[in-house]
């Protein structure tokens, strides 16, 4: 169990320390790749909490998929641009970003709220379920178990999702259209 | 609380194994590049009628190793407008994606070095995040061949990531399981399930050749063909080599490598292309199941099937992969761009679609 809680320090550390520096760095292309090392490290946190399904997703969808939209994007919109925004002046305190400040410290009095009172170690259902057994074991397999639910339980969301990004897909068709003459 | 219990020995002697898998992981990887370096230089020469290396060594065999020797000892240039983390980080990163997909690969029966339930869908993550490093090798170079030749490889990858997502997809439905070790053991002897040749002849005792899932089920010939294809472009492979283009980009995003940087990226290429290889052997040819039936008293099957068969024949399979990989770059010329890209759209994602149905019709009522 000691190497699980090093490993959890270690990660966690390498996720805070690397959010801070995409939050902190001028440098907004170093910003994103330093977004990939926090991505990466929450998703061994994920692994950590036997959710190996959802780590390798989250590396998938967002370092597979996201981070190098966001890097094309980028590329495709030139040094100027960039530029103009690195030469932003950046005292800690600034007027720009009293709402992001605002924003950030009441979601942070909410998480700490959050945390404090709902006591998740002593919450009836985690108890209930360790004296039944009812856990899940390192060795155990979920992704049976994950798309059974999906497939019956959760087939309506699952269906509302895949037609949202249908109408994302065909939005984006329709938008990258050539306007048509006359 | 830092006290030692004797469980924590054994899970330290644990780590040390890990530990000595991985390098020996890297040791293959980096023995396969010299050898495949070597491999691409004779068959190209064979292919075009010409001698390849024959000075260093009988045959020229020691030739890639003086080319690795020369290129250690070479300045690492860093141009001077480039972004030096980038630069720097960049090889390796497109380096450590590739061996980390060598961590789920079985090699014989209970041979992996990490059993992973979910072990396909962790190599096929683990490759996406080259494309990352090409990016930032791209971007960092400060170079415009580079920044093309970067968004080129992105972008190819990224749109055959879908054909080849749908072809493994159809062999997992067959299959029935995500575990590369899992899918291995269902293509031999050593099954515990019985497979049907074509979905009609039980050949759950013969093995061999016959029991390999392109023939437990025909329709997955037509998705090897697909993934290979696709694992071709993934690997920035002629006739997919647009990304480093040589007549257009120079070298496309590595164009501004030199000395270690430059093996590092030449190393990822080689051991993709055996990654990809073993992925397709693993899914479609059988994985380390021996291409010998049973036939009668002469227990073929069942005398080539262990650790050390098995090694031997995912790894000759692969390999010959490779060598049909190798002999495709001598033998057809690069695509262009919208070629690339109808072929993918409009020809290998439709057909891998059909695939996945034909795969869900064949697992309900054939198997």
Known sequence: MMLVKIMFYILAAVALGSALFVAASKNLVRSVFMFFVTLFALAGLYVLALADFVAITQIVIYVGGILVLILFTFMLSGRETLDAIQQQKSKLINLNKLPAIVLAVLFFVVMFIVLRQADVNELDWVKVAVAEGNVIKPDGIQIENIGVNLMTSYLLPFEVISILLMIALIGAAHLSRKEQEA | MLSLHPSDFWTLSNYLIYFLVAAGLFAFAALFALFGVYAERKISAYIQDRLGPTETGKFGSLQTFADILKMVQKELIIPA???????????????????????????????????????LYYVFAIISIETLGILMAGWGSNNKYSILGAMRSAAQIISYEIPAGFAIISAVMIAQSLDLQVISTQQGVASTETIKFFGFWDVTHIGGLLSWNIFRAPHLIIAFVIYFISSLAEANRAPFDIPEAESELVAGFHTEYSGLGFAFVFLAEYSMMFLVSMIGVVLFLGAWNTPLPNIGALKLADWTTNIWWGIFWVAIKSLALVGVQMWIRWTLPRLRVDQLMNLCWKVLTPLAFACILISGVWRLWLM
């Open chain 2, 81 to 119: 407008k480039a972004d030096k983390w980038l630069f720097v980080l960049a090889p390796v990163i497109i380096f450590v994606a590739v061996y980390m997909g060598f961590a789920a690969l079985p090699w014989g029966p209970g041979l992996v070095p990490s059993k992973i339930n979910i072990g």
